[in-house]
Structure formats: C-alpha cells, structure tokens
C-alpha cells in the first residue's frame, strides 16, 4: 500500500516522500496517528500544495532573517559605564545590557542569540557576535565609554 509521509520518519522517509507499506501497518500506525495518508490524487495534491506553501514561507523568514542581519551589521550601540580608578569598570557590560540597547534602538533580539565568551570589564570597541539563525550571524558593533 503506497502512503505519503506527513511527518520525518526515521527509517522510512521524510516528509512528503511516498513509500510502500503493509496495509496493516498504515491502517493500524500510521494513519491513526496522523503521521501519514493514503496516496491518492487527492491527498498528493494536498500534500504539494502544503509543500509550496512551506516553502514560500520558509523563503519570507530567510529573506526577513537577512535583512536583520544587515541591519545589525549597520548598528553601534553605545553603553555608558561608570569608572574608577585607573579606567576600571563598575561591574561589568553583559548580553542583557546590549539587548536593553538594541531593543532601544527598536531591535527585538533574544538574549541567547547574543554570542558573548565573556562579560566585557573594560572600556573600548567590542564587535559582539549575534546569531540569528544557524547559519546567518551577524557582528555588533558596542562602544564601551565612561558616562
């Protein structure tokens, strides 16, 4: 019995792909659970419309997710520190600091996706990477100066 797979199934495909299985597999498994539906003329166009219409969605955020990337490319923020002796930072800069700065700047990033090794204890110009996707990451640019 041939079926089209509506979600990844490890072992047999992935989504979308047709496979042929035992008739009592799919009524008794697959179909109850929702994972696939009979290949018919009717469900295959289903099915390809939904993948179209994945796609078409998938493109919009990546678009979306680029733009962003080139708007944080463009930004510098710039975070006023208080100081003491010998230029020493009170505290320290932190992601959290620099989302409060980007979300000022009307940019809504999470604070996970900044990428920081370590809280910043001095002054000066920082490139902060940002990662928005697994594949797209921007630089930051922060300017620490004393308030």
Do not use: C
């Amino acid at each position: 019995m041939d079926v089209i797979l509506l979600k990844d199934l490890e072992g047999f495909g992935s989504e979308g792909d047709i496979i042929n299985v035992k008739p009592g597999f799919a009524r008794n498994y697959l179909v109850p659970r929702g994972l696939a539906l009979r290949a018919s003329k009717r469900n295959m166009a289903v099915v390809e419309e939904k993948k179209h219409i994945k796609e078409a969605q998938g493109n919009r955020i990546e678009k979306a997710n680029k733009i962003l990337s080139e708007k944080l490319t463009k930004t510098t923020i710039t975070i006023e520190v208080q100081v003491g002796e010998e230029e020493r930072i009170f505290g320290s800069v932190t992601s959290q600091d620099i989302q409060g700065s980007l979300e000022a700047n009307g940019i809504s990033i999470d604070r996970s996706a900044i990428l920081m090794e370590e809280p910043i204890k001095s002054l000066g110009v920082y490139n902060i990477p940002v990662r928005i996707t697994e594949d797209i990451e921007a630089d930051l640019k922060v300017y620490v100066i004393k308030a």
